[in-house]
């Protein structure tokens, strides 16, 4: 393994590993490096199998201190990047085959983003694993035992996620007819959720409470910088956690004073970039964030270096509300609470779809039902009603 010392070392440092981490990992990487060259075992022959071995080997000798398997999988990362041994094999089930075919259709066939594809698949395995379970053949496949587990989902899950399995179910099943597994296609056997838009008041913080999540961050060190430039992203500009994620370094023009966002359904949207956020921001990407080739403005703060996850947005905001001393919420009631401002401060409906980049207007209607001032002044007296 001598040669690839030099370069697994640099890849751990540059991935923000510690000194005494990457100093550790070198140790175990020498030992069964001459454990490999005792039994004749090439770099190109290792795997988690291999390493296995090493492992028992290692504690028929007496060693107390044996390292895992999962401690060398920066060590198969490095490898396989280096193309030194090839991807692991794929699992020969027929289900995981097939969900692997289902995957690479959400991606060609529907052009879904990444975090769909995956929300859709989690459907799919759970769903075919019951039809297994009940030793049920997709040929045979029925509209009742579709409903049946349909049924199933919604007696634990919200009305919104209920709805979600709708569409996950149908995009399954259409896959399954379009690839000849099931004779018929059953998309019309999946019943539609009960459920009415717009009949909820949307839920803000004040504003008073929204300055105390900001103030929280006192920004003595690099975890509380990087959640004060999240939250003054999402608090004063109303942005989706998973814009958040998906922001780029180079997304950033600096000189023009705006931003890229790149949000649901592969949309670009342009906003202008105050001076108070550019600012957190600034103060993030000088002084805390690490020098990486990862090109995403959000790092995790542990090793490996890589981008944020959308649901980290509301982990930060959480985290706020703790140190404010305020009931959790996520980060979409601060999205809320902006546009509730907005309105309060008299921008109107269409100003706010704007900022908040609402494809419908009917989305932002919705908004209306909290300006309570003016619904008052307008509202007839209610039938019988004595004043």
């Known amino acids: ?73 920066p060590l198969l990362r490095f490898l396989r990047g280096e193309e030194v041994i090839g991807d692991p094999p794929a699992s020969e089930s027929a289900l995981e085959r097939l969900l692997v075919d289902y995957r690479g259709w959400l991606a060609a066939e529907r052009g879904l983003a990444e975090m769909t594809i995956i929300r859709y698949e989690n459907l799919a395995r759970w769903f075919l694993q019951q039809l297994t379970d009940d030793a049920i053949e997709l040929g045979a496949l029925s509209g009742a035992q579709v409903v049946t587990f349909l049924l199933r989902e919604s007696e ?31 998309t019309t056997a999946v019943p539609p959720v009960a459920g009415w838009r717009d009949t909820s008041i949307p839920k803000a913080l004040p504003a008073g409470h929204v300055q105390r999540l900001l103030d929280s961050c006192d920004r003595c060190g690099p975890v509380q910088v990087r959640d004060y430039a999240i939250l003054m992203l999402v608090a004063r500009l109303g942005l989706r956690s998973i814009e958040v994620a998906r922001l780029k370094l180079g997304d950033i023009d600096w000189r023009g004073g705006r931003i890229i966002l790149r949000g649901k359904a592969s949309r670009e949207d342009g906003m202008p970039l105050p001076a108070d956020v550019g600012q957190a921001l600034a103060d993030y990407l000088a002084d805390v964030r690490p020098a990486t080739s990862v090109r995403s403005v959000f790092l995790s703060c542990k090793a490996p270096r890589r981008g944020i996850r959308p649901d980290l947005v509301s982990d930060v905001t959480r985290r706020a509300c703790d140190r404010a001393g305020l009931r959790r919420v996520g980060a979409h009631r601060l999205r809320h609470s902006l546009a509730t401002e907005m309105l309060r401060r008299g921008v109107k409906l269409v100003d706010i779809g704007q900022v908040l980049r609402h494809r419908d207007l009917a989305t932002t209607a919705l908004y209306a039902k909290v300006d309570l001032a003016t619904l008052r002044s307008i509202a007839l007296p209610w039938p019988g009603e004595r004043r």
């Open 1 to 73: 393994m001598g040669p690839f010392v030099s370069g697994f070392r640099t890849s751990l440092s540059e991935q923000g590993y510690s000194v005494l981490a990457v100093g550790n990992m070198l140790t175990d990487m020498g030992a069964l490096g001459r454990w490999m060259q005792e039994h004749d075992v090439q770099p190109g022959q290792l795997s988690s199998a291999v390493i296995a071995d090493f492992g028992s080997d290692c504690l028929a000798a007496g060693r107390r201190k044996v390292p895992s398997v999962k401690s060398f999988a």
């Open 156 to 186: 634990r899950v919200s009305v919104g996620s209920a709805k979600g399995r709708v569409a996950e179910l149908r995009s399954l099943l259409k896959f399954l007819y379009v690839r000849g597994l099931t004779p018929h296609l059953l």
